[in-house]
Nanobody, 124 residues
Framework: VQLQASGGGLVQAGGSLRLSCAAS????????IGWFRQTPGKEREFVAA????????YSADSVKGRFTISRDNAKNTVYLQMNSLKPEDTAVYYC??????????????????WGQGTEVTVSS
């Protein structure tokens, strides 16, 4: 499966952005999708994930209540709605696909396919 992340940009603190992860190739609805982010010199960290059906979602504590992950299997797309953005949310955001489920989705090592990143910059 090929993944294409988009929607990043520059936004002021308190603002919102919606990232999209569009997939092509193998059956998209078979995969759980996760979002990760990375800043220079730091490890890629888990942000949010959604099961193949959309019935289960997982979020990092740092984004709970602010970020919402959703998917539209008819459009082969997963969304990350980011509200109340903070400067510390500044990073390159990546989407990834996994055959796994449940809490394994918080671990970047369990993902099989990665998209290129989209950069998010939150100014103070």
């Amino acid at each position: 499966v090929q993944l294409q992340a988009s929607g990043g940009g520059l936004v002021q603190a308190g603002g919102s952005l919606r990232l999209s992860c569009a997939a092509s190739g193998r059956i998209f609805s078979s995969y759980a999708i996760g979002w990760f982010r990375q800043t220079p010199g730091k490890e890629r960290e888990f942000v949010a994930a959604i099961s193949w059906s959309g019935g289960s979602t997982y979020s990092a504590d740092s984004v709970k209540g602010r970020f919402t992950i959703s998917r539209d299997n008819a459009k082969n797309t997963v969304y990350l709605q980011m509200n109340s953005l903070k400067p510390e949310d500044t990073a390159v955001y990546y989407c990834a696909a996994s055959y796994r489920s449940s809490m394994a989705l918080t671990n970047k090592g369990y993902y099989d396919y990665w998209g290129q990143g989209t950069e998010v910059t939150v100014s103070s």
